[in-house]
Protein backbone atom coordinates (compact mmCIF):
# COMPACT_ATOMS: atom_id res chain seq x y z
CA UNK A 1 0.00 0.00 0.00
CA UNK A 2 1.34 3.53 -1.02
CA UNK A 3 1.25 6.11 1.37
CA UNK A 4 -1.23 9.16 0.32
CA UNK A 5 0.87 12.45 -0.68
CA UNK A 6 0.90 15.63 -1.48
CA UNK A 7 2.67 16.08 -4.33
CA UNK A 8 1.65 20.04 -4.89
CA UNK A 9 -0.88 22.90 -4.62
CA UNK A 10 -1.10 26.08 -5.93
CA UNK A 11 -3.53 28.61 -6.28
CA UNK A 12 -2.69 31.49 -9.22
CA UNK A 13 -4.81 35.19 -8.55
CA UNK A 14 -5.83 36.34 -11.35
CA UNK A 15 -8.51 39.21 -12.18
CA UNK A 16 -11.21 38.00 -9.36
CA UNK A 17 -10.95 34.72 -9.69
CA UNK A 18 -8.03 31.85 -8.31
CA UNK A 19 -6.94 29.15 -10.57
CA UNK A 20 -6.11 26.47 -8.25
CA UNK A 21 -4.89 22.73 -7.89
CA UNK A 22 -4.05 20.16 -5.77
CA UNK A 23 -1.25 17.01 -7.05
CA UNK A 24 -1.36 14.10 -5.00
CA UNK A 25 0.20 10.25 -5.63
CA UNK A 26 -0.29 6.72 -4.08
CA UNK A 27 -3.11 5.87 -1.66
CA UNK A 28 -6.08 3.69 -1.85
CA UNK A 29 -8.84 4.27 -4.06
CA UNK A 30 -11.30 5.49 -4.24
CA UNK A 31 -9.43 9.01 -3.74
CA UNK A 32 -12.05 12.09 -3.14
CA UNK A 33 -11.04 15.86 -3.09
CA UNK A 34 -12.91 18.25 -1.65
CA UNK A 35 -12.69 22.09 -1.29
CA UNK A 36 -13.42 24.57 1.09
CA UNK A 37 -13.35 28.41 0.51
CA UNK A 38 -13.82 30.59 3.64
CA UNK A 39 -14.63 27.30 5.58
CA UNK A 40 -17.31 25.82 3.13
CA UNK A 41 -17.44 23.13 0.92
CA UNK A 42 -17.97 23.37 -2.24
CA UNK A 43 -19.86 20.38 -4.11
CA UNK A 44 -19.09 21.33 -7.49
CA UNK A 45 -15.60 21.15 -6.79
CA UNK A 46 -16.14 17.73 -5.22
CA UNK A 47 -13.48 15.47 -6.74
CA UNK A 48 -11.37 17.89 -9.05
CA UNK A 49 -7.69 18.58 -8.78
CA UNK A 50 -8.28 21.92 -10.98
CA UNK A 51 -11.18 24.70 -10.32
CA UNK A 52 -11.37 28.26 -10.83
CA UNK A 53 -13.04 29.98 -7.53
CA UNK A 54 -14.29 33.13 -8.54
CA UNK A 55 -13.65 36.15 -5.46
CA UNK A 56 -14.51 39.21 -4.42
CA UNK A 57 -11.45 41.94 -5.51
CA UNK A 58 -9.34 43.06 -2.31
CA UNK A 59 -10.66 40.08 0.25
CA UNK A 60 -8.50 37.77 1.80
CA UNK A 61 -9.76 34.18 1.32
CA UNK A 62 -9.05 30.92 3.20
CA UNK A 63 -8.89 27.97 0.39
CA UNK A 64 -8.14 24.33 1.16
CA UNK A 65 -7.77 20.85 -0.46
CA UNK A 66 -8.67 18.18 1.48
CA UNK A 67 -7.08 14.59 -0.56
CA UNK A 68 -8.26 11.40 1.38
CA UNK A 69 -8.40 7.80 0.46
CA UNK A 70 -10.45 4.87 1.33
CA UNK A 71 -8.32 4.13 4.44
CA UNK A 72 -9.09 7.71 5.73
CA UNK A 73 -6.03 8.87 5.42
CA UNK A 74 -5.81 12.41 4.23
CA UNK A 75 -3.45 15.18 3.14
CA UNK A 76 -4.86 18.95 2.92
CA UNK A 77 -3.19 22.48 0.37
CA UNK A 78 -3.87 25.08 2.64
CA UNK A 79 -3.46 28.82 1.29
CA UNK A 80 -5.02 32.40 1.72
CA UNK A 81 -4.45 34.81 -0.86
CA UNK A 82 -6.03 37.78 -1.89
CA UNK A 83 -8.33 38.58 -4.62
CA UNK A 84 -6.93 41.14 -7.33
CA UNK A 85 -9.20 43.66 -9.14
CA UNK A 86 -7.89 43.10 -12.06
CA UNK A 87 -6.64 46.62 -12.69
CA UNK A 88 -2.73 47.29 -13.83
Do not use: K
Not at 26 to 51: C, E, K, M, S
Not at 61 to 88: F, K, L, M, Q
Amino acid sequence: MLALILNSGYCEPLARRFLCDVSYSGGVAPIAIRWYVNGNNVPAFNDRAYVSIGCQPTFAYDIRAVVSDATGASVEYHTSPICRSGNP
